[in-house]
């Protein structure tokens, strides 16, 4: 006979998980809960808060305006996945969304955006950034939330890089037409960062201030142009390939 399956609902949550702790959810969760899947006490779901793993949970409380949750063990163990950073020039809304969930499907750490001479969007919702990551990783079974950082100018973010974190620039003029190639010149296990700039470009002052970033690697992403949302998903899934935890 097969194997009964498990509960297919996650949800994250900021408290620490460990056997027999209790979670009160806050209001969105008890009516997802609650209200919208309609759960009683003893149904069980799976829960995780980027620390702990992930953990089997049964609902302990149920009602209109109170759900509390009970941790019954752990399922996961904390997975983290690369060192990985993604820098990017901030795009409009829905586009920015989607660009924030495929990161975090794609295992980034840290989602930094950066505002250069032609950045498309002026302003940068934090919570909303953070609000989509997560709904991302309960939906695609990712256990690690990554960073949100502030905005910061570009050339304010070159100027103090750091020296061990080697600089993945996406750049269709790039010497190396192979991205493969221009990869396999980073030692695997390197802290990395991924950096897409705007649909716009790169100025020739930002272009050269990028080229002085110590270590700084150029890769080509084909003889295509593509969208900014579209070059995330492509530079990160070949970084996971060669260097990440794809390999």
């Given at each position: 006979m097969p194997s009964k399956p498990g509960p297919s609902i996650r949800l994250f949550i900021a408290s620490d998980l460990a056997e027999r702790a209790m979670h009160d959810c806050d209001a969105d969760q008890t009516n997802y809960l609650a209200t919208v899947l309609r759960l009683d006490a003893g149904a069980e779901l799976l829960v995780f808060n980027g620390r702990d793993g992930e953990w089997l949970a049964e609902i302990a409380e149920a009602g209109r305006r109170t759900c509390r949750l009970r941790a019954i063990k752990r399922v996961r163990p904390q997975m983290d996945g690369p060192d990985l950073h993604y820098l990017f020039a901030p795009l409009k809304r829905s586009r920015l969304d989607y660009m924030v969930q495929k990161a975090t499907e794609l295992g980034v750490a840290r989602l930094a955006p950066v505002m250069t001479r032609r950045t498309q969007a002026e302003r940068v919702n934090l919570d909303r950034?953070?609000?989509?990551?997560?709904?991302?990783?309960?939906?695609?079974?990712?256990?690690?939330?990554?960073?949100?950082?502030?905005?910061?100018?570009?050339?304010?973010?070159?100027?103090?890089?750091?020296?061990?974190?080697?600089?993945?620039?996406?750049?269709?003029?790039?010497?190396?037409?192979?991205?493969?190639?221009?990869?396999?010149?980073?030692?695997?296990?390197?802290?990395?960062?991924?950096?897409?700039?705007?649909?716009?470009?790169?100025?020739?002052?930002?272009?050269?201030a990028l080229g002085r970033v110590p270590g700084v690697v150029r890769v080509s992403l084909g003889p295509r142009i593509m969208r900014a949302d579209t070059a995330a998903v492509a530079a990160?899934?070949?970084?996971?390939?060669?260097?990440?935890d794809w390999r």
């Amino acid at each position: 006979m097969p194997s009964k399956p498990g509960p297919s609902i996650r949800l994250f949550i900021a408290s620490d998980l460990a056997e027999r702790a209790m979670h009160d959810c806050d209001a969105d969760q008890t009516n997802y809960l609650a209200t919208v899947l309609r759960l009683d006490a003893g149904a069980e779901l799976l829960v995780f808060n980027g620390r702990d793993g992930e953990w089997l949970a049964e609902i302990a409380e149920a009602g209109r305006r109170t759900c509390r949750l009970r941790a019954i063990k752990r399922v996961r163990p904390q997975m983290d996945g690369p060192d990985l950073h993604y820098l990017f020039a901030p795009l409009k809304r829905s586009r920015l969304d989607y660009m924030v969930q495929k990161a975090t499907e794609l295992g980034v750490a840290r989602l930094a955006p950066v505002m250069t001479r032609r950045t498309q969007a002026e302003r940068v919702n934090l919570d909303r950034m953070r609000a989509n990551a997560i709904e991302a990783a309960e939906q695609c079974g990712v256990l690690r939330i990554p960073e949100v950082a502030e905005p910061e100018k570009l050339d304010r973010v070159l100027a103090v890089w750091p020296a061990s974190r080697r600089l993945i620039f996406c750049d269709e003029a790039a010497d190396i037409a192979s991205p493969l190639a221009a990869l396999g010149t980073i030692a695997p296990g390197s802290p990395l960062a991924v950096l897409i700039g705007p649909e716009g470009g790169f100025t020739v002052e930002e272009r050269d201030a990028l080229g002085r970033v110590p270590g700084v690697v150029r890769v080509s992403l084909g003889p295509r142009i593509m969208r900014a949302d579209t070059a995330a998903v492509a530079a990160l899934a070949l970084v996971n390939a060669v260097l990440g935890d794809w390999r």
